[in-house]
């Protein structure tokens, strides 16, 4: 057990949160989520960063006052992360007295040891960026950064001695392999470096920002630059400069940030600072990658109008309307998609189509499918309560070694932990299909169905656990589910057997449903084609023949049925979900209620049309249809292949 202090970027308060800033602070919150369930002592600060001269000029081409302006759009900022889950432990913003403090104590501290002083400045400047440029970083004369016009700036002010610290910093980091991360990111930088450092003007002549220490010379009129304050905000919230004993409790965290702004501040301006001061390094900086759309950056101006959400918010909201799942599931599983999609340092596009796969598949699919017959099959087997412990699963030890090692240790990685996470609901998913619990039901082998449901239900909990930092609202309904009442999220006593025999099961329905690709729907109620004329009595009722072409237009295919239950409105049909061998189980809505009750066809074969237009059957969708013999007054008979076979065979 330590402590843990994990920082995100603090965001400029001209935009709004969108996917790009919620992206480093659902994945603070993961780790300090999962630190936390390691019994470390844990800090985890988010903010805004609100001094920029730009702050002033939006607020003031609004006709704001810039102090209402930042009010309004940091609460926002708040609002928005507390709907995401993010449970950060501060929220610091850069207008408050103890970061001005600790900002000027930073800048006389330096002042006072000669790595800042006064001289004149003349250079290219970047006001979207706040950046300075030499002539030879330019891009075409233009900002290398984002490409905009630059303008020439000549202002006398107080330099930091940023020249000196070039190799000290090769120095550091080549002593500090996991320093910087990824690998990639940090050769990055020490090209930067090895590029050469010149010292930078740190502060600007303004009525916006924090004033210069009255007392120095020259400081009328002059505010400190807003990027030597802004990544001063992570030791503020660690309590510098007054609370010494929190400060060394602490600092050093680690932060994560955008590769935008790795290299030149956080890999390099940030450090020296720090050294300059006499102060200890961050404990690690790690850099990720970009969301775009469509291949490009993501701005409010293109991405924020009307055609594209950009707000996790709306975009949870689009889930919700999509498949019916409540707002909290569905911000849980932006949060998955956000974290599972693309490598945490790389790039990648962002596309509804994706996020709506990931939520079928890996969501409705491989987890909520699986607790959701778990559930139903601990109420039909066992009565609805866990059964006598079984023997440990070696599969949910490997997978909580793999989490903990993926998000407890030097060099995180989501991916990784996800996909283990997601090896052990596979492995659970196979080991239904294996033992086939239902079967030894029906021999009545009771002592085996029950050690096979306690592994289920155990290896669940396990995955539960794991998955907790990233989905926290579903691990908290899904423990419900199979009987975790009140679950300890816990990785540290994490130990098989904690799901206690005895405990009730609460079965809620599934807590993924599907999306429907809407594209596929076509009506409300498919209108069933006209009957045929009845044929004259007595006589043979003529049926057309029909060619092999016509017949190979019908697609049928063996599928397991995964789930079955009444449809909610029409007492003759029942709702299967049908693994077809596709990425996602099918729904099929069949007219077999009368016959069948549906616990009896959970983990049977059977045969459907698989390539029937989707229709609606009281509200519910129908991707296809199920054959069965028709006997008339005496019954229906579902078909099933006589031996088992892989799931999407087709039937000739
Ligand atoms: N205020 C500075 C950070 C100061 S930290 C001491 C800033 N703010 S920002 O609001 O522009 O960006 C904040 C973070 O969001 C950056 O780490 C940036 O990389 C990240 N992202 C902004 N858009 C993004 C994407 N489209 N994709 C991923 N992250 C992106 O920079």
């Known amino acids: 057990m330590g402590n843990y202090y994990v920082t995100t970027p603090i965001y400029y308060v001209n935009d709004v949160p969108h996917i790009g800033t919620a992206y480093p602070t659902i994945a603070a919150d993961v780790v300090s989520r999962f630190h936390r369930m390691m019994g470390d002592a844990v800090r985890f600060s988010t903010g805004t960063d609100e001094n920029a001269t730009k702050v002033a000029r939006v607020a003031a081409s609004r006709g704001a006052d810039p102090m209402a302006f930042v009010d309004e759009m940091a609460a926002a900022f708040v609002e928005t992360w507390r709907r995401m889950h993010v449970a950060y432990d501060d929220f610091i913003r850069t207008t408050e007295p103890r970061h001005h403090e600790a900002t000027q104590a930073l800048f006389l501290r330096l002042y006072e040891n000669g790595d800042v002083y006064y001289a004149e400045y ?23 950064d984002c490409g905009r016009a630059v303008e020439w700036m000549k202002e006398p002010g107080y330099f930091f001695r940023l020249s000196q610290y070039a190799q000290p910093l090769l120095d550091y ?15 990055e930088a020490v090209q930067f470096i090895k590029g050469g450092l010149r010292d930078v003007n740190i502060t600007r002549r303004s009525d916006w920002g924090i004033p210069v220490p009255s007392h120095l010379p020259n400081s009328e009129g002059l505010v400190i630059y807003v990027w030597f304050d802004a990544p001063i905000n992570y030791i503020t919230v660690a309590g510098y400069p007054a609370d010494a004993e929190a400060f060394a409790r602490w600092w050093p965290g680690t932060h994560i940030v955008g590769k935008d702004i790795f290299t030149r501040f956080h890999a390099t301006l940030w450090p020296a600072m720090l050294m300059a001061a006499g102060l200890p390094l ?22 924020g109008g009307k055609g594209f959400r950009i707000n996790p918010l709306d975009l949870s909201q689009e889930i919700v309307e999509a498949s019916g799942a409540d707002i909290d599931v569905a911000v849980d599983s932006l949060r998955y998609f956000l974290l599972r999609e693309m490598p945490f340092g790389m790039d990648g596009d962002f596309s509804l189509e994706a996020l709506y796969r990931r939520y079928n598949s890996d969501l409705a699919n491989d ?25 440990v ?52 082998r009771a002592e085996e169905v029950n050690a096979v449901m306690y592994t289920l239900a155990e290896g669940i909990r396990f995955a539960l656990v794991l998955l907790y930092p990233f989905m926290p609202v579903v691990a908290e309904r899904a423990a419900a589910q199979i009987g975790w009442a009140h679950p300890a999220w816990k990785v540290s006593a994490l130990a098989w057997g904690d799901l206690r025999p005895g405990s009730r099961t609460q ?35 003529e049926q057309p023949l029909i060619s092999i072409d016509d017949f190979a237009k019908v697609q049928l295919k063996a599928g397991t049925v995964l789930a079955a239950e009444k449809h909610p409105k029409a007492d003759k049909l029942l709702i299967l979900q049908v693994d077809v061998g596709e990425d996602a189980p099918r729904q099929i809505v069949a007219g077999i209620a009368a016959v069948y009750p549906p616990e009896t066809l959970v983990g049977r074969q059977i045969v459907i049309v698989a390539n029937l237009q989707p229709a609606r059957l009281r509200g519910e969708v129908s991707q296809g249809m199920l054959l069965a013999a028709d006997m008339g007054e005496t019954g229906m008979a579902v078909l099933s292949p006589d031996t088992v076979v892989p799931n999407g065979s087709m039937v000739r």
């Open 122 to 144: 003349e250079g290219w400047y970047c006001v979207p960026c706040e950046t300075h440029f030499l002539e030879t970083q330019l891009a075409e004369g233009k900002c290398p």
């Open 173 to 187: 980091i080549a002593a500090h392999p996991n320093w910087l991360q990824p690998e990639f990111r940090k050769n």
């Open 282 to 303: 961050p404990a690690a900086v790690v850099a990720h990658g970009f969301w775009t759309i469509g291949g490009e950056k993501i701005s409010k101006s293109k991405h």
């Open 367 to 391: 987890l909520g499918n699986l607790v959701n017959r778990t559930v139903t099959m601990l109420g039909r087997y066992c009565g609805g309560a866990i059964p006598a412990r079984a023997d």
């Open 393 to 444: 699963l070696p599969e949910a030890l490997h997978a909580a070694k793999q989490v903990e090692r993926c998000l407890g240790g030097a060099v995180v990685s989501y991916l990784e932990a996800l996909k283990a996470i997601w090896e052990l609901l596979g492995y659970l998913n196979r080991y239904i299909e294996e033992q086939a619990p239902w079967k030894l039901h029906k021999a009545g």
């Open 507 to 541: 079965p809620a329905g599934p807590i993924f449903p599907r999306i429907i690709d809407k594209e596929t729907i076509v009506t409300e109620e498919t209108p069933q084609p006209a009957a045929p004329a009845a044929p004259a009595p007595g006589a043979a009722p």
